[in-house]
């Protein structure tokens, strides 16, 4: 089977600890190389996490310092939702694959230069990382294929009213990304909030009864019971455990699980109420041509079928 080769940039995160799960173990993908980026929790922790939990699932793959800032803004971090560990509190061991000694940008360029057909990227937290490649080295543009998001809302946001947390940690980076003209796929709150694991989904989880199963649901129903008590969430939303960052690999999978339409897309930078915006062009009143395909629908049986599939891969 033809593998898609795939940048991961994250900032584990117990929804982007599913992801690299999925990532590196499905068939159709063949992870090159794992940046991070601070946003859910700071960078010396997200890098913790993602070497302690891909050394934990058996795997062997470069992973690089990314940014320990925004553009432009202090860093704002999501321990309310992660923990202060950045995955809620489970203690994973200590990691047998260490940093890698090249920095984030430099490690993406070279395996971009280096592949042999464009790679896709994939980015689950805030686009630091991405928004300074783009900026530094616009050469390495033809060997993009595109850059799935998890990112951005158009009927509203979960840390302002209009503004997700991904893009609104950093706006600037953000917007470099969205008017690159690579062709970029956002998965945003409008999708993502479709894209759940019930309860019952997690029993089940846990029933599977393997060492993984158990730390992954350790980590997920932390991951719920903090949702639940979100202030930044609707009373509709409680009892179910979205996996936001699923959504921008599961894509990358198999695109049939989703509906979306191509739309122009620019980030909001300088409202006061409105920074981190996406604001979406549906009406096509600001006559630009469409720049981002954006998600809004999601086949949640497919999709939970497709996350618990690699569970026992291995």
């Keep these: 089977m033809e593998k898609t080769p795939v940048i991961i940039d ?3 995160g117990i929804d982007d600890v599913m992801m690299l799960l999925l990532a590196l173990r499905h068939e159709k993908t063949d992870v090159k190389l794992i940046t991070t980026s601070a946003g ?9 996490n993602a070497l302690r939990f891909v050394s934990y699932i058996g795997e062997d793959v470069e992973i690089a310092r990314g940014s320990e800032k ?10 309310h939702i992660h923990g202060e560990s950045g995955i809620g509190g489970v203690e994973l061991p200590e990691p047998m694959l260490e940093e890698s000694d090249r920095p984030a940008i430099e490690a993406m360029v070279s395996v971009l230069k280096e592949a042999d057909e464009p790679v896709t990227i994939v980015a689950t937290g805030p686009l630091t990382n991405v928004g300074a490649l783009l900026l530094a080295h616009p050469e390495v543009k033809p060997k993009i294929k595109q850059i799935s998001i998890m990112g951005g ?31 970029i796929v956002k998965s945003g709150l409008d999708v993502t909030h479709k894209a759940y694991l019930t309860q019952k989904d997690l029993d089940l989880l846990k029933a599977t009864g393997n060492e993984l199963s158990k730390t992954l649901h350790e980590m997920l129903q932390h991951y719920m019971d903090a949702q639940d008590s979100s ?29 979306g339409e191509d739309l122009y897309v620019t980030v909001e930078t300088a409202g006061y109420a409105t920074a981190g915006a996406t604001v979406v062009d549906h009406l096509r009143t600001m006559n630009k041509p469409a720049n981002v395909h954006v998600l809004h629908d999601v086949d949640r049986k497919r999709f939970v079928e497709l996350f618990f599939s690699v569970l026992s891969n291995k």
């Design 10 to 12: 994250c900032d584990p």
């Design 70 to 79: 925004p553009f432009l803004r202090d860093l704002v971090i999501a321990d």
């Design 153 to 183: 809302a158009v009927r509203g946001g979960n840390v302002t009213p209009k503004a997700e947390f991904n893009i609104y940690v950093d706006p600037e980076a953000a917007e470099v990304v969205m008017q690159s003209g690579i062709p």
């Design 231 to 259: 202030p930044f969430l609707e009373p509709h939303h409680a009892d179910v455990l979205r996996l936001h960052d699923l959504c921008a690999i599961a894509y990358v999978i198999d695109p049939t699980l989703f509906e």
């Design 40 to 48: 859910n929790q700071t960078q010396d922790k997200v890098i913790d």
